[in-house]
């Protein structure tokens, strides 16, 4: 059992810890720039969300990735005190070797996910806030939830920048969304990969966007590529296509002759998504199965792995497809759609799905309304016309492909979808306000 009496003694103090550093945080921050009056509760909510991970997965779950998690960065622990010099290359250098392997026993444990280096890459992370919580496991997960908040605070502020008149619609579908707060708070690859999408916005826009060189912009967008490429690859890949035609209408609106900047958007298009492809090919080696050769026939494998009758039967199913571009795009109306508007009410098989369902009607509701009032055709005319906007929801469209085509398990996806929904409900709420603004108008949703 990964929740144990120690959590109790020791969780209390890091949660005052946490809370009082935030409310400094907040403080210092909130005269000029009233946006911080949800910085305090947005840290409440990951604490919350954290909590309620380890318990769930402890006496609900009876364990899972996060337990293993745990338990691995455990292990790596105790090697320490037994053998400096193996913990030393396992974990600050990452040498995952048999040999290495061969050092563990049952005075350290044994660690779970040894020859997955994606995975494996996340217990070797949190290793520090296991040391530093005297292995407590509840511990642990707030201080990483604490953490990778700073790159979900970061996409809010990147959005009420741009977008000050909705700040309070933008704190809940960035900070306050249940499944992705609950998702997206513990000792999880997606909550550290979610912080570093949010994280990797941010920075590309001041970085690329604003022209703001400073060193910490580009150190920041390097590090948060880094941790997608180490962990889960695609939502990297998912990034790049909305990222390229973001610089790229931030160029072409510089252009002030009409025609030659119609002329030049799509040359600048061509050439950033020719430009992407090429970096994503050049990164074969070090990608390995998620190479741009590997990946459709790795989303076929893990499609259909899903489907099994070992999962529960807690799925739903897109229809057959193969590794052929052709063949995944014919099913990516249905992808989508599953991603970003399911589960439903009907698909529901317990609380965790429920939420996630709620949450999934409003967001069906709330899209359908606008394209019903923005006539389709003025819904996509609102998009276009906001570079920001049309990033936020091109990554939210791809990721949703991605993860709709090869995650055809409920499970699995309530809590791989978790990096669109900020985007993609920041998106509606933003929709909803430009329509707004230019009719002078309230929508009712």
């Known amino acids: 059992m990964a929740v144990s009496f120690w959590d109790l003694i020791v969780s209390p103090y890091i949660i005052v810890v946490v809370l009082a550093v935030s409310s400094i945080i907040k403080k210092r921050n909130e005269e000029r720039d009233p946006g911080y009056k949800f910085y305090v509760w947005g840290v409440s909510a990951k604490i919350v969300g954290a909590i309620a991970l380890c318990l769930i997965y402890t006496f609900y779950y009876n364990g899972g990735d996060t337990v293993n998690y745990f338990l691995t960065a455990e292990t790596f622990c105790n090697m320490l005190v037994k053998n400096p010099a193996v913990f030393t290359d396992v974990v600050i250098f990452g040498n995952i070797t048999p040999e290495n392997y061969s050092y ?145 209408n931030e160029q072409t609106a510089r252009i002030s002759n009409r025609v030659l900047r119609t002329l030049s958007t799509p040359v600048l298009l061509v050439a950033g998504v020719s430009l992407g492809l090429f970096i994503l090919s050049q990164m074969g080696d070090y990608l390995g199965i998620y190479s741009v050769d590997n990946v459709f026939s790795r989303a076929v494998l893990v499609q259909q792995d899903l489907k099994k009758d070992y999962y529960g039967g807690n799925t739903f199913d897109i229809g057959d497809f193969d590794a052929s571009l052709g063949s995944m795009l014919s099913k990516a109306h249905l992808a989508v759609s599953a991603a970003l508007f399911r589960p439903t009410i009907f698909d529901t098989k317990n609380v965790v799905m429920l939420l996630s369902a709620l949450e999934n009607t409003y967001i069906t509701l709330l899209t359908a309304f606008l394209l019903f009032r923005l006539r389709f055709i003025g819904f996509f005319g609102i998009i276009w016309k906001d570079p920001l906007l049309l990033f936020s929801l091109l990554f939210a469209l791809f990721f ?42 309230k929508l009712g949703i």
């Open 104 to 248: 563990f026993d049952s005075s350290t444990g044994y660690p779970m996910y040894w020859w997955d280096p994606h995975t494996i890459f996340v217990a070797r992370l949190i290793v520090p806030l296991v040391l530093v919580t005297f292995k407590s496991f509840v511990g642990s997960a707030i201080l990483l939830g604490w953490i990778c908040y700073t790159g979900v605070w970061k996409l809010y502020m990147l959005f009420r920048e741009r977008f000050p008149l909705i700040r309070r619609e933008l704190a809940i579908s960035i900070l306050f969304i249940p499944s992705v707060v609950f998702w997206g708070s513990g000792l999880l690859k997606d909550t550290i990969t979610l912080s570093a999408v949010g994280w990797y916005a941010f920075s590309f826009h001041e970085f690329f966007i604003k022209k703001r060189f400073k060193p910490v912009h580009g150190i920041a967008l390097l590090i948060s590529a880094f941790l997608l490429v180490a962990i889960k690859p695609y939502i990297l890949f998912a990034l790049l296509p909305g990222s390229i035609i973001w610089l790229s």
């Open 400 to 441: 949703a492909f991605a993860v709709g085509l090869s995650t055809p398990n409920f499970g699995s996806l309530v809590r791989l979808k978790i990096p669109c929904i900020p985007f993609y409900v920041s998106s509606l709420f933003v929709i909803r306000h430009l329509y707004e603004q230019k009719f002078n108008r």
